[in-house]
Every structure is written in C-alpha cells, then in structure tokens.
T-cell receptor, first 113, second 109 residues
Framework: EADIYQTPRYLVIGTGKKITLECSQT?????MYWYQQDPGMELHLIHY???????EKGDLSSESTVSRIRTEHFPLTLESARPSHTSQYLC????????????FGSGTRLTVV | GENVEQHPSTLSVQEGDSAVIKCTYS??????FPWYKQELGKGPQLIID?????GEKKDQRIAVTLNKTAKHFSLHITETQPEDSAVYFC????????FGKGTRLSVIA
C-alpha cells in the first residue's frame, strides 16, 4: 500500500473559487512532485520540491502554486479555478539518493464548472 | 532537455501472448529508466526499473532491456493475463523524471 495520500479524491467546484489539493506522505521522502494528467493519459510536470522551502515550476505552464513548509506535506493551490483546470492531478514522492522511483498517490479528479 | 518517445500508444494482445513496449530517449546523461503501470482510477505504480550499468533485468513475467548506444529501452511482458490490462509509462532521468506518453495495453481473454 502506497504511503502517499491525496485529498479529496473527487472535487467539483465553481469557476472563480480558490481550492487547495492536499498531498501528504509518511515515508520521509525529501522530493515531491505534482503532475497533471490529461484525458489522453500524458503526464505533465507542473511543480516539484527537493526539500523544505524549496519549490520549482515544471514544464507545463500552470496557474497554480505550491508550498513545502513540512517534509511530509506538499499542497497545490489554485487561486481562481477555471474550466481549463479540469483534470486529474497526481502527487508523487521519491526517496533521497539519485536513482529512486516515484511513489504516486491515487490522484484528485478536479472538475471546474 | 530530455525527450522520451514511447510506442505504441495502444496495444491489444491475446491472453497468453507477449507484449512489448518500446521507448527512446535523447539525453545520453540519463542513467535511470523506470516503468510504471496505471490501472483505472489509480496513480501510476512502479513495476520495474533499470540503471544504465545494466543491460537487462527480469522480474517474473516482466523484463526490461536497455541499449545505451541506441538510446532505447523496452518493456517485455510474457504470458499476458487480463489483469495486465492497464496504461504503461516509461520514464528516464535526470530528475525530475521525463515520462513517455503512455501505452494502453488491452489483454483479450
């Protein structure tokens, strides 16, 4: 069983609302990532963190922001949701060291109406 | 930066047959190549990985091969079963991992 948790699993929200997607891991992993997965399956990196107080933007331009105040917690915030934000959001983490695989959460499916 | 190409995008096989998914990468500095399986409603799960100092790795019905000279690596699933039906992703380092676009595998009973 993966020790990385995402909440909520499903969310339907109106345009203009502010939302925070939660991601927590209990494995002590220093690296954490957020991916957006489109209906065509492709995974797009939107944010990542290599440790507390360290965050970077990924390849996909995103209007979201992240924070990393605690090692185990990596929330993603959308200040003003739009229908174009409708997607599956996946959080992942990886252990210290160079060659380590990712552990993914089960994802949050977001629908903005 | 790194670019990972994955083929085919969809693959249908009869139960018991073998399935092969191929990926190519562009950055010769990449040294870690994991494969993930994503079932419906779940996040991707690591199923096997290979490092650049190894040419082949096997775990029961799953094997991965790596050709560093040609910059390609492949996933082989033998004796496929219906529960192998899923989306499979390849990926390559450097960090953060760069993923292929995925292969939807259907195993027909």
């Amino acid at each position: 069983e993966a020790d990385i948790y995402q909440t909520p699993r499903y969310l339907v929200i109106g345009t203009g609302k502010k939302i925070t997607l939660e991601c927590s891991q209990t494995m002590g992993h220093d690296k954490m990532y957020w991916y957006q997965q489109d209906p065509g399956m492709e995974l797009h990196l939107i944010h990542y963190s290599y440790g507390v107080n360290s965050t970077e933007k990924g390849d996909l331009s995103s209007e979201s922001t992240v924070s990393r105040i605690r090692t185990e917690h990596f929330p993603l915030t959308l200040e003003s949701a739009r229908p174009s934000h409708t997607s599956q959001y996946l959080c992942a983490s990886s252990a210290p060291g160079g060659l380590q695989g990712y552990t993914f959460g089960s994802g949050t499916r977001l629908t903005v109406v | 930066g790194e670019n990972v190409e994955q083929h085919p995008s969809t693959l249908s096989v009869q139960e018991g047959d073998s399935a092969v998914i191929k990926c190519t990468y562009s950055d010769s500095a990449s040294n870690y190549f994991p494969w993930y399986k994503q079932e419906l409603g779940k996040g991707p799960q690591l199923i096997i990985d290979i490092r650049s100092n190894v040419g082949e790795k096997k775990d029961q019905r799953i094997a991965v091969t790596l050709n560093k000279t040609a910059k390609h690596f492949s996933l082989h699933i033998t004796e496929t079963q219906p529960e192998d039906s899923a989306v499979y992703f390849c990926a390559a380092s450097p960090r953060p991992l760069v993923f292929g676009k995925g292969t939807r595998l259907s195993v027909i009973a």
